[in-house]
């Protein structure tokens, strides 16, 4: 177990460091450069090779990227071209943003996901089959940028409501700060929770045809014994497999809510590092996200000896 955790570990530096190299260098050629967009914002600067000179973006791609990356292992992430503020102090107060976002989201989501999944292979081919069959593929179909668009938009036109756009901090007011999130929360996790059940349902399908299960019906366990007891926890290991690999979309989703819904979180932080091409924040933000997904998924592999005894690590 030691011995495996150690090397899947060691295999994250690789990984960082090559999906730091591949963000390096396609930021750059991206059409306008920093300097043409800083310039859009200011005016006065008026000399572009003066402004890449003092902002270091004309030394070969190579130096600069080592200079970040020497700044990455000291723990500076950068600081911003457009806003000159450290790029580490700007994630401080937007991570916690983000991270509830992701963790309701993703709550959300399996509180939909999983309930339907089950009760849609235990009465299989039957009208509630039908219906969560039904809105797993609507839920698959459904953009969530365009229902998020839906939700502020039509309410405003028919009942001159619209969902809170101006964000309160949780440790300030839990309350408000929670009808602020709760909304874009459920819209991402609806779209993350389609494929969850449709997994969910297909793996209990399986599950429930093992001798085991019709060993434990035969002796007399109650339906709901059966199903939670011994059928979920055997099939929940793939939906846990696909919960892991769902972190990435979780990510990509946040960008686009937290821009619909005006969340300060890190998510729109990166989208206006884009439009401006502010390759620290872009830089940063990625190696952010990408330890994210790579540590979410080792720790799904962790939690299978967890649910299945049988699984060792060598």
Do not use: C
């Amino acid at each position: 177990m030691h011995i495996y955790l150690a090397r899947r570990l060691l295999l994250v530096i690789p990984t960082l460091l090559g999906v730091s190299i591949i963000v390096f260098l396609l930021v750059r050629l991206l059409p306008g450069d920093a300097v043409t967009m800083l310039l859009q914002d200011y005016a006065y600067a008026s000399d572009a090779d003066a402004m890449r000179a003092r902002l270091g973006l004309d030394r070969p791609m190579y130096v600069q990227y080592g200079e970040w990356l020497g700044g990455v292992v000291r723990g500076d992430l950068g600081t911003s071209l457009r806003s000159k503020s450290p790029v580490a102090e700007e994630l401080i107060g937007r991570m916690p943003v983000t991270a509830e976002l992701g963790l309701l989201a993703m709550i959300a989501g399996l509180i939909v996901a999983i309930p339907i999944g089950v009760i849609s292979a235990v009465r299989q081919d039957t009208w509630s089959d039908y219906v969560g069959r039904s809105a797993a593929i609507t839920m698959l179909a459904v953009p969530s940028f365009w229902l998020g668009t839906l939700v502020i938009t039509l309410p405003s036109i028919w009942w001159g409501w619209t969902p809170p756009l101006r964000y309160t901090r949780l440790l300030d007011d839990p309350m408000k700060n929670l009808g602020h999130v709760i909304i874009p929360a459920i819209i991402l996790g609806l779209a993350l929770s389609g494929s969850l059940m449709r997994l969910t349902r297909a793996q209990m399908l399986e599950v429930l045809r093992q001798d085991f299960v019709r060993t434990a019906t035969a002796k007399g366990l109650a339906e709901h014994a059966v199903v939670m007891r011994h059928a979920l926890k055997n099939a929940f290991i793939p939906v846990l497999t696909l919960l892991g690999l769902q972190v990435s979309i979780l990510i990509g989703g946040t960008v686009v809510l937290e821009s619909v819904f005006v969340l300060p979180g890190m998510g729109r932080y990166l989208l206006e590092a884009v439009q401006y091409r502010d390759y620290p924040v872009i830089q940063g933000l990625n190696l952010i996200f990408a330890t994210l997904i790579v540590l979410s998924n080792l720790v799904v592999d962790l939690l299978y000896g967890w649910l299945d005894p049988r699984v060792r690590y060598q």
